[in-house]
């Protein structure tokens, strides 16, 4: 009897980019390398010359490899499109949250398979594009029933889900925004956490504001998921300190802040996550990454992929928009799409190629990392590999 493969050494490597140091980015790229997978997972990273015997041998012809992108930060549930409101921004009209309600009509009026083909064909795009790991939110439904659907739906293809009930108050709750809080921590949260491995809130002007926020940050966290937060996106508010107090994992968007923003961010372990698609996308102004690096916050980089404010999936074009928009090196740019991710979703298993961290990965064609912001637009994704299996390119 046979018995099958179970080790398989890559070679050919112009760069492996490990991120195996995940606190920090030195030493994290090995020139002319070599890398052993086995069952699933990184058995040995180093110089080709040194690489140790395998079952089975694939040669990369001297691409580059970096780990797969984590996105921490996405909302795929949905139906239809907001193309028009795309349109009227860019001709001058104002971004705000109330374009919401437009999706949650349509997404409320869809199907399961409906909302499942699209799921699934965004997921499709973002592993192409490199991305192994993805986080979903709810948010377009806004009834016990319908927020339950998008959890359920989400948990069936991503690997992390994110209860939003609190994403706007939607429009039969108009001058009601106090029962809508009581049934978003209430009887929604009770039907939604069994799918739910976060929860989140839009608190922002238009959406939730700091007492309703802390009411329904409290209530998840009483039912046993961790926290993650819409913040300081449209301006300055009480959606970091929030964050910070509540120990969330991460604070996302983090457009506006100040410098107790700043502080709090960086004596603490929530992970600030930017999102410089959706400052392309509405022409808002971008988040100061150089600010927040400098000052010791920890920093991620997600897609925001949504139909309304930012309707890309793509990883590469973030990390391109971060170097060039918000002063990032490539290399600080890498790390938030990977490790940083990791860290903004409790991970410690994705997001880098170190010995026994999943062999999550994309192999480039380009010999260096570097061609992400350097040739923004290209289809640099070569092959993808997950779980240690091949699964696109």
């Not at 698609?277 to 992929?305: H, K, M, Q, W």
Request: aromatic share 6%.
């Amino acid at each position: 009897m046979g018995s099958s493969v179970t080790s398989t050494l890559l070679t050919g490597i112009a760069e492996l980019t490990t991120h195996a140091d995940s606190g920090g980015l030195a030493d994290s790229t090995v020139a002319d390398a070599a890398m052993v997978v086995v069952d699933g997972r990184v058995a040995w990273t180093g110089p080709g010359a040194g690489a140790p015997d395998a079952d089975e041998r694939v040669e990369l012809g001297g691409r580059a490899v970096i780990p797969g992108f984590v996105d921490s930060h996405a909302h795929l549930v949905f139906a239809g499109d907001r193309a028009q409101e795309f349109a009227a921004r860019m001709t001058g009209a104002p971004y705000s949250a109330g374009g919401i309600r437009t999706t949650v009509a349509a997404t409320r009026g869809a199907s399961d398979d409906v909302l499942r083909s699209n799921l699934r064909r965004l997921v499709g795009e973002m592993l192409r594009q490199g991305t192994t790991t993805v986080e979903c939110k709810s948010g377009y439904g806004l009834t016990v029933e319908d927020e339950a659907r998008a959890l359920r739906l989400a948990r069936e293809q991503v690997e992390a889900v994110t209860y939003l009930g609190a994403h706007v108050v939607p429009a039969e709750y108009k001058d009601r925004a106090g029962e809508y809080v009581d049934l978003v921590k209430g009887p929604m949260l009770d039907a939604c956490a069994p799918y739910a491995d976060f929860a989140d809130v839009f608190c922002e002007r238009g959406a939730f504001d700091e007492e309703q926020t802390r009411e329904i940050l409290t209530a998840a966290r009483a039912k046993g998921l961790d926290l993650r937060l819409h913040a300081n996106q449209l301006g300055n508010g009480p959606g970091v300190q929030l964050a910070v107090e509540f120990g969330a994992a991460s604070a996302d968007h983090c457009t506006f802040l100040d410098d107790k923003d700043i502080d709090a961010l960086a004596g603490s372990q929530t992970i600030a996550t930017l999102l410089p698609g959706v400052e392309f996308s509405t022409r808002s102004p971008y988040p100061d990454a150089r600010r927040l690096l400098d000052a010791g916050a920890t920093v991620a980089i997600a897609t925001d992929c949504n139909p309304g404010s930012c309707y890309t999936n793509s990883m590469p074009f973030c990390i391109a928009v971060a170097v060039r928009d918000m002063h990032m090196s490539p290399a600080e740019a890498l790390w938030a799409a990977t490790v940083g991710g990791a860290k903004a979703l409790r991970r410690d298993d994705v997001g880098h190629l170190g010995v026994g961290a999943r062999a999550d990965f994309a192999v480039l064609d380009a010999p260096s990392y570097l061609h992400l912001a350097y040739r923004p637009g290209v289809p640099l994704v070569h092959r993808v590999w997950k779980n240690g299996t091949p699964v696109a390119g």
